[in-house]
């Protein structure tokens, strides 16, 4: 029996092409809590570019795993309930300090996210490229020296793939989820989609069996995998259909819905 949900945001929950949820999603989203499925979102994005969307979520996902928190929804009073911290792992100081040193000195384009604010330094015009894809506001652009004192749960550096594998070496305690072409996300090694589950199923009392994940990219195949039933979205990548179980149509053709009805039939 399924009780848990966990849905990625872009190219699963929010097409590429119009930005919307659609109207399928919505009615899957009734179909799931009418059955008793807690749904929760699983993302990349920080909180504070979390658009609002027609659907609710009880828990968050953020940055890759890296703030896992409950509440920040609208309960039966009408009132926003105030968030309970499940687990927060930034990045570690040292290594933050090392790819602000890289990225000044190779004039790379970087977004760091914190727990309340997201911040830019060094805008470029692939930057721009990715801020009209995901149609998201651009964090305030400061120096990046201003970046240094930052507490950092995420860092989003706008570099080539052929880069991911040296800058790793140097960011021994970090890793490199990358979901895109433009950039790659760079988290705390321990942090993933899929340790976020986990804390969010132990809060809950879910097994890990009873549960289903819906994703994209490559930040969601740990995810796709812990699951208890993993679902690619048909515009998924090859790689990332791999680790799924179960492959659905794509997000601008109710893959949602349609997974969701297979599996509550």
């Not at 029996?1 to 590429?16: E, N, P, R, V, W």
């Not at 989003?156 to 040296?166: K, L």
Request: proline content about 5%; charged content about 25%.
């Amino acid at each position: 029996m399924i009780k848990a949900a966990f849905f990625d945001i872009d190219g699963t929950l929010l097409s590429f092409t119009t930005h919307r949820v659609s109207a399928g999603t919505i009615r899957a989203f009734d179909r799931l809590h009418q059955a008793g499925v807690r749904t929760f979102l699983s993302t990349g994005r920080p909180d504070v570019l979390i658009p609002q969307m027609p659907v609710t979520f009880e828990a968050k996902i953020t940055m890759n795993g890296g703030l896992v928190f409950v509440g920040d929804h609208v309960g039966a009073n009408g009132k926003q309930n105030p968030n309970e911290v499940l687990l927060s792992n930034p990045i570690p100081d040292n290594e933050l300090q090392v790819w602000l040193d890289l990225a000044k000195d190779k004039y790379l384009c970087t977004m760091i996210f914190t727990k309340d604010n997201m911040f830019l330094t060094q805008p470029n015009e692939v930057g721009l490229k990715l801020r009209n894809q995901l149609e998201f506001e651009m964090p305030p652009v400061v120096d990046i020296e201003r970046m240094r004192g930052e507490t950092a749960y995420q860092i989003i550096a706008i570099m080539p793939g052929e880069m991911d594998h040296d800058v790793a070496k140097l960011l021994p305690h970090c890793r490199l989820p990358r979901w895109h072409p433009y950039f790659t996300d760079i988290v705390a090694h321990d942090n993933s989609k899929a340790r976020g589950m986990e804390v969010i199923c132990q809060h809950y009392g879910i097994r890990q069996e009873e549960t289903i994940a819906f994703g994209d990219g490559a930040n969601d195949i740990e995810m796709l995998e812990w699951a208890g039933i993993g679902i690619a979205m048909g515009n998924a990548a090859d790689m990332v259909k791999k680790h799924a179980d179960h492959i659905t149509t794509d997000v601008d053709n109710e893959g949602i819905e349609n997974a969701v009805n297979e599996i509550l039939q």
